[in-house]
């Protein structure tokens, strides 16, 4: 099993930069991954690391240090469409294959 | 057009009562999985096929029987619903197995009453 821990609430200011924490506990990890879900909607998919350090995607980056079980996500130049709820999401062994689980997710609210 | 559609929507529905959810993907991906939102946003895997076979079977009560007549279809039936059931149930898929990048449907939102 695992445990994957994210702040359940952040608010930042259009143009600003949020940062999301996801802390994890797993005992067959085999990557990171992060979805966005807006309300009433379906999660997409935005980023993903297998390998510790930084992977750059536009506005987002998705950091992992896999020794210390710990993820972030980064979002630069906040735009109101960036308000939603953001998933952390560990793949790991189950059984014979891999599952991918989910935390709470962390909603963020951009302000004008 | 759309890569991952389920129906129905919304589905109202009393305890006790049998139902089924569809689930249909055309990306030609292999696997197909079935995930539960409950109310405090908590998204946990129920379901995962892969080319028509079972591979991840979660503790899911007996209830809940999916099925896949290909690989391009996960069916979910439940049997006697509960309180308990009422949730937003996603169907997925990805391209192979091993849970790589998942594409979710829009949600399918079961109220029993």
């Known amino acids: 099993g695992q445990n994957i821990d994210q702040p359940t609430e952040m608010t930042a200011t259009e143009g600003a930069i949020v940062q999301i924490n996801c802390t994890y506990q797993?005992?067959?990890?085999?990557?990171l991954f992060w979805y966005q879900q807006h309300a009433g909607e379906a999660p997409t998919f935005l980023s993903y690391?297998?390998?510790?350090g930084l992977e750059e995607k536009g506005r987002f980056s998705s950091f992992l240090s896999r020794s210390k079980g710990y993820s972030y996500l980064l979002l630069k130049e906040l735009q109101m469409k960036d308000s939603a709820s953001y998933l952390c999401?560990?793949?790991?062994?189950?059984?014979?294959?891999?599952?991918?689980?989910f935390g709470a997710g962390t909603t963020v609210t951009v302000r004008a | 057009d759309t890569a991952v559609s389920q129906t129905p929507k919304y589905l109202v529905t009393q305890m006790g009562n049998d139902k089924s959810i569809k689930c249909e993907q055309n990306l030609g991906h292999d696997t197909m999985y079935w995930y539960k939102q409950d109310s405090k946003k908590f998204l946990k895997i129920m379901f995962s096929?892969?080319?028509?076979?079972?591979?991840i079977n979660e503790t899911v009560p007996n209830r809940f029987s999916p099925k896949s007549p290909d690989k391009a279809h996960l069916n979910l039936h439940i049997n006697s619903l509960e309180l308990g059931d009422s949730a937003v149930y996603f169907c997925?898929?990805?391209?192979?197995?091993?849970?790589?990048?998942?594409?979710f449907g829009a949600g399918s939102r079961l109220t029993v009453l």
């Open positions: 997925a898929s990805s391209q192979e197995a091993g849970a790589n990048v998942l594409t």
């Open positions: 690391n297998v390998l510790d």
């Open positions: 797993t005992s067959g990890f085999n990557g």
């Open positions: 096929y892969n080319n028509k076979e079972l591979i």
């Open positions: 999401a560990v793949r790991d062994l189950s059984g014979n294959d891999y599952k991918l689980s």
